[in-house]
C-alpha cells in the first residue's frame, strides 16, 4: 500500500494556504467592484448617476433613518441672539472677547492716563445713566465693553451705529472699574467738545449771566462736585484754568453725576484767554481764603474774620515784603491788586458775573486778582464762625453760586412787578 501511494506521487498538503501577492490584488478590485458608486466618471469626462438598486436606499436617507450612525461633527452654531426689533432693523453686531482678549486692558490703560488721554483724545464713561447722557448730548462712541446684552438694549440703537461692541465677563469689567459696585458696562468716547454738544432744553432755558471760573483745583471729588452746583444753578459756562484737574477723569466724572453733559465747560485755558470767553462787560468776582487780610489787620486777629488761610497769608507777607523793597528803590511790581471785601450776600449780580474758585491747596493766582481788579469786581466772603480755618471749595462754590442765582431771581421778579 505504500509503495501504491508513492507511486501515484500524492503528497500531504499544507496546513496553511499560500496566497500569491497576484491573488490579493485581485481580491481587492473584487471589493472595489463590489461598491455602489454613487456617481461614475469615465474617461471621456462623461459622469453619469447611478440609481440605486431596488429594495436600496441612497446612503445619506440610511444614516438619517439610522440612530447609530455616526454623522459627521460639525461646528457648533450659536442661537441668534433675541433682539429687539430696533436691533433687527439697525443690523448691529457685537464680538465676544475670547480668553485672554488684551482689547479691554489697552483701552483702558490709555483712557486712565491724562497724557495719553489728550492724545488719542479719548475718554471713558462708566455706568448706563452716565453714558446715556452722553449720547443724548450728542458725544460721539467709539467702542463699548460690556458683560449682558440688557445693559446694551437700553441705550438707543440709532446711537450704537458703527461702534464697536465687545461682550467681556463681568470679571474683566470688575477689574478695571473705579465704582464699588460696577454695573457692568464702559464706553469709549471722542473727547466732547462744547461747540459740538447739543445740551438739555431745559437748562438752556433757565441758563443765567452768570460763570464759574476755576482757578488751581486739584481735588477731582471737589471739582465734580462743583460742576454738578454750577449745573444745578443755572451756569451758562464753567472755564478751566491750566492746573486744574482734567474734567474728564474718571473720578470728576463719577463726582460731576451727569453735569458733564448739562452745562459747557472749558479747560485748559490760560489767562491771556479768559477775557474771550466772558461776555461783554462781565465783572469778576473772587472767592479768596485771604481776601480780609487788609481788614485782619486792624484787630490783629486774622480768624476774627472768617475764611482766612494761612498758608495764603504768609505768601501775602512775602509779596508785601518785597513790594516794600522795590519801593524803597523806587520799583513797584504791584503785588497784590487791592480789591474792595465785600459780603457774598449783598448784590453783585447787577451786571454778567463771573465768580473765582481757588483750590484748597494753592488758593487763587495773581492772574485772577489782577483779571478781577481790572474788570472792577471785589472780594466775596462767607463769614463763619471764628476759630474755622476755612471752607471746603466745593461748598463756598456752591454757596456762592446759588445766591448768585437767588439775586438774578429776585431781580426778574422786580422787573416783571414794574413792567405789569
Known amino acids: 500500500m505504500a509503495i501504491l501511494v508513492k507511486g501515484v506521487g500524492w503528497a500531504p498538503r499544507p496546513l496553511l494556504p499560500v496566497v500569491q501577492a497576484w491573488d490579493l490584488d485581485a481580491r481587492r478590485w473584487v471589493r472595489a467592484l463590489r461598491r455602489s458608486p454613487v456617481k461614475v466618471l469615465f474617461p471621456s469626462g462623461e459622469v453619469v448617476d447611478r440609481k440605486p438598486g431596488p429594495g436600496k436606499r441612497p446612503r445619506k436617507a440610511a444614516a438619517e433613518a439610522s440612530p447609530h450612525v455616526q454623522r459627521p461633527q460639525q461646528a457648533p452654531q450659536e442661537p441668534p441672539a433675541q433682539t429687539p ?62 458683560s449682558r446684552l440688557d445693559y446694551l438694549k437700553e441705550l438707543p440703537a440709532d446711537k450704537l451705529k458703527g461702534v464697536r461692541l465687545v461682550k467681556v465677563k463681568f470679571e474683566d469689567i470688575k477689574e478695571w472699574s473705579d465704582l464699588v459696585t460696577p454695573q457692568g458696562i464702559m464706553g469709549i468716547f471722542a473727547k466732547p467738545d462744547h461747540v459740538k454738544m447739543t445740551f438739555p432744553a431745559t437748562q438752556l432755558l433757565h441758563s443765567l449771566p452768570l460763570l464759574l471760573i476755576c482757578d488751581n483745583l486739584r481735588d477731582p471729588g471737589n471739582l465734580g462736585t462743583i460742576l454738578r452746583s454750577a449745573a444745578g444753578a443755572g451756569c ?7 492746573g486744574c484737574v482734567d474734567p474728564w477723569e474718571p473720578k470728576v466724572l463719577r463726582a460731576g453725576m451727569g453735569a458733564h453733559f448739562q452745562v459747557p465747560i472749558i479747560n485748559n485755558l490760560d489767562w491771556e484767554t479768559v477775557p474771550k470767553y466772558l461776555p461783554d462787560d462781565t465783572r469778576v468776582y473772587v472767592a479768596d481764603n485771604c481776601g480780609l487780610y487788609t481788614q485782619a489787620q486792624k484787630s490783629n486777629k486774622a480768624s476774627d474774620h472768617g475764611w482766612i488761610c494761612d498758608q495764603q497769608l504768609s505768601k501775602i507777607h512775602k509779596y508785601e515784603e518785597e513790594e516794600e523793597e522795590d519801593l524803597e528803590t523806587g520799583a513797584s511790581k504791584d503785588w497784590l491788586p487791592e480789591l474792595e471785601v465785600q459780603s457774598y450776600d449783598l448784590d453783585w449780580t447787577e451786571a454778567p458775573a463771573a465768580v473765582v474758585i481757588g483750590g484748597e491747596t494753592h488758593g487763587l493766582s495773581l492772574e485772577s486778582l489782577q483779571l478781577a481788579e481790572s474788570t472792577g469786581g471785589r472780594r466775596l466772603l462767607i463769614p463763619v464762625v471764628p476759630g474755622v480755618d476755612s471752607l471746603n471749595s466745593a461748598m463756598a462754590a456752591s454757596i456762592l453760586l446759588f445766591e448768585g442765582r437767588r439775586q438774578l431771581r429776585l431781580r426778574a421778579e422786580h422787573l416783571s412787578r414794574d413792567r405789569s
Not at 451758562?236 to 491750566?242: D, F, Q, W
Open 236 to 242: 451758562s459756562k464753567v472755564l478751566l484754568t491750566k
Open 85 to 146: 426689533s430696533t436691533w433687527e432693523e439697525s443690523g448691529l453686531r457685537y464680538d465676544k472677547a475670547f480668553p485672554g482678549d488684551k482689547r479691554l486692558s489697552s483701552v483702558m490703560t490709555v483712557v486712565k492716563s491724562r497724557t495719553f488721554r489728550e492724545k488719542q483724545g479719548k475718554i471713558l464713561l462708566e455706568g448706563r445713566r452716565l453714558i446715556a447722557d452722553a449720547l443724548k448730548a450728542g458725544a460721539v462712541p467709539k467702542m463699548f465693553f460690556f
